[in-house]
């Protein structure tokens, strides 16, 4: 049985480097490694052409760029296209790019279906699948046609955000990172329901924007469409 290959994308600088001496090759070869990810956006590991052919073999027998393109597109006569990709784990998840005049900001997900049951919310109704890993979530921007022009992210596709924390903070961090895309974390939103074991987590590691998702200002209101309210007030 062929053993599944390791993606290479939502990997910190730190960790692509032991990648790079766990198969022998110098330290430094993670930095190399690293800008081919996020500055070119390569697609396979042949595209890495200042690590010798060897070290290529080494690094394609058991890790992958990560990187899948969409399999569906829906376009909206107002531009708004939305995505359909493929997941590591065989599912699929959407992303909307929305361009607005001198701005373009895409949607992201950050889980495949969503425990929060928020009752004007067709990925409520559908009800929890799968967590998105870091390569899951980038891959979103990384295979995004539109990449280019983006001038803002917002997680505020599928899921619930702190509910995927770790995954979530490992691709806002690539998104932010010198060695990643170096985004200014100003153009990096993550939306919540108001999870309160993740906000104060969030707010100590993230320098990326936080909104709450209100929809009714009344608690008791707010509670028949989002039951998220009754486990963690909007006051708290």
């Not at 990643?180 to 108001?194: C, D, F």
Request: aromatic fraction near 8%; charged fraction near 25%.
């Amino acid at each position: 049985m062929e053993v599944a290959k390791k993606p290479l994308m939502g990997m910190n600088l730190l960790e692509l480097k032991t990648v790079a001496k766990e198969l022998g090759m110098p330290a430094f070869t993670g930095g190399q490694m690293a800008k081919w990810l996020y500055t070119q956006h390569i697609t396979s590991i042949d595209e890495m052409t200042n690590l010798s052919k060897a070290n290529r073999e080494k690094l394609k027998a058991a890790y992958t760029i990560g990187c899948k393109k969409h399999i569906d597109a829906q376009y909206s006569k107002d531009g708004t296209i939305k995505y359909l990709f493929p997941t590591d784990d065989g599912k699929f998840v959407e992303s909307v790019y929305i361009p607005d005049e001198d701005r373009a900001t895409l949607c992201v997900s950050s889980q495949v279906g969503c425990k929060m049951a928020c009752e004007f919310c067709m990925t409520g109704r559908q009800g929890f699948m799968a967590q998105l890993t870091a390569a899951d979530i980038l891959n979103q921007v990384y295979s995004l046609p539109e990449r280019e022009r983006l001038t803002n992210i917002v997680f505020m596709g599928q899921g619930e955000p702190l509910d995927n924390l770790d995954n979530v903070l490992r691709a806002t961090t690539a998104l932010t990172a010198p060695w990643g895309w170096a985004w200014s974390p100003k153009r990096i939103t993550v939306s919540t329901v108001g999870l309160a074991k993740g906000l104060v987590r969030f707010l100590d590691e993230s320098p990326c924007s936080l909104a709450i998702s209100l929809h009714h200002p009344i608690a008791a209101e707010r509670s028949k469409f989002m039951p998220a309210e009754r486990a963690f007030s909007i006051e708290d």
